[in-house]
């Protein structure tokens, strides 16, 4: 028993690792921005060659924090959509219509808002689809739901399941899950807004280190020659790199204001 539950302990740690050993086509911005900074720690912290060896740690490093950026703005942008769907089917209902013809609807008029860049459409279609095939409509709601991965669909998946078996008013329930996202969304928004500059200002110190040495490499270059060509000056920049990398992460979690 206790094999067993170390063996899925260790599963789960692989499954978590997996998703960033896996390269997609959104990853090769990041990839070569990881790429650019390991050209530009070689040179800095080690002056050879070697220091492209740095790149197996760097890469995966600044994949796993671009990657980060990428879900959180595709998170808020999910909210966004979901949201206004929220209110077209909202309107719906209030129209006349059936929930279902409402779902189909309201993705029509989605598609006017977002006709290229969408992230919620394709998704929305497989749902109205569904439907249109007979499935039950807080069935199909509710793997919508989990698909996209939104605390609030969830929840309204559950409201429309449990209205659905007892009868209950969708249109209430939906204007107030659009109205909670609104709200969330402009907290979000203030936040974002509040810790602008505080952002700016990580950027700058993230670089800042990398442009001081630089400076000092091309006006004192003999003031840190000793550091390069022997074991202790590898180890002593090492050390800096592990830290200068540290920095960056925990500034990163500071500034990351979950809501």
Partial sequence: MGKDRKFNSHRQAAGKWSKYLKIEKKDIKG????????????????????GLLTGIVIIPFWLRLYREELIKNRAIKMS??????????SGGLQA?????????????ELKKLYEIDSILL???HVMNQKISMNAQVEKAFEEFAYTIDLDEAKSLAEIISFAKRSGGDYGKH????????EERLSVIQEIDTITTAKRLELKVMCVMPMGILSYIAIT?????????GNMLGVLLMSVCLVLYGL????????IDIKV
């Fill in 31 to 50: 990839i070569c921005q990881g790429i650019g900074i390991t050209v530009a720690v070689a040179i800095l912290f080690y002056k050879s060659v070697f």
């Fill in 80 to 89: 966004q959509e979901f949201k206004e769907y929220m209110v077209l089917i």
């Fill in 96 to 108: 006349g219509y059936a929930l279902e013809r409402a779902m189909l609807q309201g993705e029509k």
């Fill in 122 to 124: 394709p998704y929305v």
């Fill in 174 to 181: 939906i204007k107030n899950t659009a109205a909670k996202i």
């Fill in 220 to 228: 004192s270059g003999e003031f840190i020659a000793p550091l390069y």
């Fill in 247 to 254: 920095i960056v992460m925990v500034g990163g979690k500071i």
